[in-house]
């Protein structure tokens, strides 16, 4: 009797450590949604996010954007033909109003974006991405991805 309560108390805990969204620091709160809006193509919500001084960079590319028009349009064209995207977040943490997050950006989408026209890629790419926030307005300041590219690279190669 007491080994079966001892193993359904064990089993619990690992329940009850998880956190709840509504346990998160606002920041990390602030950061899954706005993630969630760019890996659904929710550019309305999207945009919310935004202003003019907003900064979108993708340091691995070596591209920024600036501003909501400019952010918007870059995403609008990149996820063009994308069945599916979404981030799975491994781990997350903040210091502040700066948000990490480390995971793997997976993508199902048409090959000819990648010169394998006619073909259907799937893609799960390594990558960190940070947002510094205005918590206050519920605005992104900077969104930096940093993207494992090589494994990209290695990935499409297979297919």
């Known amino acids: 009797m007491i080994k079966q309560f001892l193993v359904s108390i064990l089993m619990i805990l690992p329940l009850a450590a998880q956190a709840a969204p509504g346990d998160m620091p606002a920041e990390q709160q602030m950061a899954i949604k706005y993630i969630q809006a760019l890996t659904d193509h929710d550019y309305r919500t999207l945009a919310s996010f935004y202003n003019r001084d907003s900064v979108f960079k993708d340091r691995t590319a070596s591209k920024t954007y600036t501003g909501r028009r400019d952010i918007i349009e870059f995403f609008e064209r990149a996820h063009r033909g994308v069945l599916e995207y ?34 259907v890629i799937e893609l799960a790419i390594p990558g960190v991405t940070t947002v510094k926030l205005d918590l206050a307005n519920h605005r992104v300041k900077e969104h930096e991805d940093l993207m494992d590219y090589q494994t990209m690279q290695d990935q499409l190669a297979t297919q």
Do not use: A, C, Q, T
């Open 86 to 119: 979404d981030f799975n977040i491994e781990h997350m943490y903040n210091s502040g109003s700066l948000v990490v997050m480390i995971g793997n950006y997976h993508y199902r989408g048409p090959g000819s974006l990648f010169g394998k026209p006619g073909k």
